[in-house]
């Protein structure tokens, strides 16, 4: 499989790799945020890599090309890392829906201490609650790059709920517009005839 290597001190250069090694170095323990001890043929020593961008088949799924990128292990880097829920919210049970809102957030860390993913735990968000990054503690070793007001996970009420709410404004909207509509009738009429009664002056 094709990709490419490149770095702060290394010119990119075209590599291949066989995609069984790729896929089994990131499918461990650290999944896509494993180091990766690359040496290319031709040199003796291993360039501490990680994986940043890769592209896959939009039809059979496979992997087409990759990114890697060299990096100093006392350095950080950025990274996005995938946001899990744990748990079940109180909302859900009583018929809230659980509706994630931010499916990864951005990091800053050494390439060792890049968290493998964020859990959040939402067991004791209720209808109507919602997480936010600043809301959340940052994994050690990590800072949060994304801003603290992120909307991360909400609890919505049930869409019959929802509907019911809706309905019950649409009504209320439609009843305050009939009033006003008779209000403004009734003063016309109230009207009408005075102007109409008053005699000409001779």
């Known amino acids: ?3 490419v290597l490149y770095g702060r001190e290394l010119e990119a250069r075209a590599i291949v790799v066989l995609e069984p090694e790729l ?3 990131l499918t461990g323990e650290h999944g896509a945020h494993a180091i990766l001890d690359v040496v290319v043929a031709g040199e003796k020593k291993a360039r501490p890599s990680i994986l940043k961008a890769y592209q896959r088949d939009p039809a059979r799924g496979g992997l087409l090309h990759f990114d890697l990128q060299v990096v100093r292990l006392d350095e950080t880097i950025h990274a996005a890392v995938a946001v899990t829920l744990v748990g079940e ?3 859900s049970k009583a018929g809230g829906i659980v509706a994630p809102a931010a499916r990864e957030v951005a990091v800053e860390a050494l390439p060792g ?3 493998d993913q964020i859990e959040v735990d939402i ?3 209720e209808i109507g609650d919602s997480l936010h990054l600043s809301d959340l503690a940052a994994p050690k ?3 949060f790059l994304d801003e603290p007001d992120t ?3 909400t609890v919505t009420p049930p869409s019959r709920a929802l509907e019911e709410i809706e309905e019950a404004e649409v009504e209320a909207a439609a009843e305050a517009a009939a009033e006003e509509g008779a209000a403004e009738g009734e003063e016309a009429v109230g009207e009408g005839p ?3 009664g008053e005699a000409p002056s001779e």
Do not use: K
């Open 113 to 115: 201490e890049v968290p």
């Open 23 to 25: 896929r089994r170095a």
């Open 1 to 3: 499989m094709p990709g």
């Open 151 to 153: 909307l991360i996970v």
């Open 123 to 125: 067991s004791s968000l």
């Open 194 to 196: 005075a102007d109409e």
């Open 89 to 91: 919210a109180l909302g």
């Open 141 to 143: 070793g990590a800072v």
